[in-house]
């Protein structure tokens, strides 16, 4: 398997250097303030070993869309602030990502000193990997780290073109990552069983047939199972489901199952409720028993328990999509059992995905999972097998 080189790699001196960090503080923002700071939290450790290890650091990341051109609220500041506060320190924003003045600026880095750039899309040239912006971007420093796993699936000047500019290394983060969402892929332990949920099953069919590959059982639930259960010709009420095209990709990924021998698993019973709200009437019922006009939001409790079963026997299990629309406090149990009995599995347990992520970390378990990925896009690309360009364009081992 080869990895990218990480910073811990004896090749680098830091001591010294120059070092542009991209990293991914793409915090959620309300009215200015940072309302989730996990992202920013999890880049703390590279930059913390960096500056340690006697590097000047420019760290650098994006926010939000701002479609090319600066727009006030979606300002690094907010970010700015909560890293200093996260790492004890003043971290002073500059007013763009790049420049002369950013250029004299990282010219001037000393050892231990921290400052951070400008939104990068407030250029166009980011998103486009523009090869002249990425010269600017690289401009003064002498060292480049990548630590934006999340922002890896795409290639950006930021994420690519400046890799292939300095000598490049991955951060702590984005190393963790790719070790074991590679792992996943190269050498999972078995019994290997994956649960599926969330809302569309078009959305995430090349993830699908990639685990129907490698894995020894999947678990079906979220509004994606209404999809397959009518491929298979029950009646599905007023259940979200996809049409005739969702359906015949359902159908055909059960085939597949078939053909490779993967046990692909349907919820036996679903959470039905007669409105989409925390006041609807609430039943439960066999999912050949929904009637017309209710609408499943969450797997029932003899599918949780079979699923509980199938997850505490696994080896290692692979978690995308939560089970139910668990947002609403009456439809979570589905969600939360099947979080619970990872966190309680002796095996190797990763979430991935961004609602998967969020239950996960609303439940309070994210420390009782083996990992739970901070990329939602990037970890599911990884798991089709798909290369990054983030990670690719980084050197790597043998
Ligand atoms: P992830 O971000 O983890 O990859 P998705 O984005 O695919 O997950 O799906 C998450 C969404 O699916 C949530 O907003 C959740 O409310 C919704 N969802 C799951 N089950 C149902 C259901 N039975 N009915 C409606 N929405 C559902
Ligand atoms: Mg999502």
Same mark, same amino acid.
């Not at 703390?44 to 990341?61: D, I, K, N, Q």
């Given at each position: 398997?080869?990895?990218?080189?990480?910073?811990?790699? !004896?090749?680098?001196?830091?001591?010294?250097?120059?070092?542009?960090?991209?990293?991914?503080?793409n915090? !959620?923002?309300?009215?200015?303030?940072?309302?989730?700071?996990?992202?920013?939290? *999890?880049?703390?450790?590279?930059?913390?070993?960096? &500056?340690?290890?006697?590097?000047?650091?420019?760290?650098?990341?994006?926010?939000?869309? !701002?479609?090319?051109? !600066?727009?006030?609220?979606?300002?690094?500041r907010?970010?700015?602030?909560?890293?200093?506060? &996260?790492?004890?320190?003043?971290?002073? @924003?500059?007013?763009?990502?790049?420049?002369?003045?950013?250029?004299?600026?990282?010219?001037?880095?000393?050892?231990?000193?921290?400052?951070?750039?400008?939104?990068?899309?407030?250029?166009?040239e980011?998103?486009?990997?523009?090869?002249?912006?990425?010269?600017?971007? +690289? *401009?003064?420093?002498?060292?480049?780290?990548?630590?934006?796993?999340?922002?890896?699936?795409?290639?950006?000047?930021?994420?690519?073109? #400046?890799?292939?500019?300095?000598?490049?290394?991955?951060? &702590?983060?984005?190393?963790?990552?790719?070790?074991?969402?590679?792992?996943?892929l190269?050498?999972?332990?078995?019994?290997?069983?994956?649960v599926?949920?969330?809302?569309?099953?078009?959305?995430?069919?090349?993830?699908?047939?990639?685990?129907?590959?490698?894995?020894?059982?999947?678990?079906?639930?979220?509004?994606?199972?209404?999809?397959?259960?009518?491929? $298979?010709?029950?009646? #599905?009420?007023?259940?979200?489901?996809?049409?005739?095209?969702?359906q015949? $990709?359902?159908?055909? @990924?059960?085939?597949?199952?078939?053909?490779?021998?993967?046990?692909? $698993?349907?919820?036996?019973?679903?959470?039905?409720?007669?409105?989409?709200?925390?006041?609807?009437?609430?039943?439960?019922?066999?999912?050949?028993?929904?009637?017309?006009?209710?609408m499943?939001?969450?797997i029932?409790?003899?599918?949780?328990?079979?699923?509980?079963? *199938?997850?505490?026997? +696994?080896?290692?299990?692979?978690?995308?999509?939560?089970?139910?629309a668990?947002?609403?406090?009456?439809?979570?149990?589905?969600?939360?059992?099947?979080?619970?009995?990872?966190?309680?599995?002796?095996?190797?347990?990763?979430?991935?995905?961004?609602?998967?992520?969020?239950?996960? *970390? $609303?439940?309070?378990?994210?420390?009782?999972?083996?990992?739970?990925?901070?990329?939602?896009?990037?970890?599911?690309?990884?798991?089709?097998?798909?290369?990054?360009?983030?990670?690719?364009?980084?050197?790597?081992?043998?």
């Open positions: 398997m080869t990895r990218p080189l990480g910073i811990d790699d !004896p090749g680098v001196d830091w001591s010294g250097a120059r070092v542009l960090v991209r990293a991914d503080l915090a !959620p923002l309300d009215d200015g303030r940072v309302t989730d700071d996990a992202r920013i939290r *999890a880049s703390v450790p590279t930059l913390e070993r960096l &500056l340690a290890a006697g590097a000047g650091v420019a760290v650098c990341s994006h926010l939000g869309r !701002p479609k090319g051109k !600066p727009v006030e609220e979606l300002s690094l907010p970010c700015a602030e909560k890293l200093g506060e &996260l790492m004890g320190r003043t971290v002073e @924003l500059l007013p763009d990502c790049v420049g002369d003045d950013v250029r004299a600026r990282a010219e001037a880095l000393r050892p231990g000193e921290l400052v951070m750039l400008e939104n990068l899309r407030f250029h166009p980011e998103e486009a990997n523009d090869p002249a912006f990425a010269d600017r971007l +690289a *401009a003064g420093f002498t060292h480049y780290v990548n630590d934006a796993f999340g922002a890896a699936h795409r290639a950006h000047a930021s994420t690519e073109g #400046v890799a292939r500019r300095l000598p490049a290394r991955a951060g &702590l983060l984005l190393s963790r990552e790719v070790e074991v969402l590679e792992g996943l190269t050498s999972p332990r078995h019994p290997f069983v994956a599926l949920g969330g809302s569309k099953v078009s959305d995430k069919l090349p993830l699908i047939n990639s685990l129907l590959e490698r894995c020894d059982r999947v678990l079906i639930g979220g509004a994606m199972c209404f999809t397959f259960l009518a491929a $298979q010709g029950e009646s #599905v009420g007023a259940s979200l489901h996809e049409g005739p095209d969702g015949a $990709q359902a159908t055909e @990924l059960m085939e597949t199952a078939v053909r490779l021998n993967c046990a692909l $698993q349907l919820p036996v019973d679903v959470l039905v409720a007669d409105r989409f709200a925390a006041d609807a009437a609430l039943e439960v019922v066999p999912t050949d028993d929904i009637a017309d006009g209710w499943g939001v969450d029932g409790p003899r599918t949780s328990s079979s699923y509980r079963e *199938a997850i505490m026997g +696994a080896q290692t299990v692979f978690w995308n999509g939560p089970m139910g668990f947002e609403i406090e009456p439809f979570v149990d589905g969600t939360r059992a099947v979080a619970e009995a990872m966190a309680a599995c002796f095996g190797s347990t990763v979430a991935g995905g961004g609602d998967s992520g969020a239950a996960v *970390a $609303q439940f309070g378990l994210v420390d009782d999972f083996t990992h739970v990925s901070t990329g939602g896009g990037a970890a599911l690309e990884m798991l089709e097998g798909r290369t990054l360009p983030g990670v690719a364009a980084l050197p790597s081992t043998s």
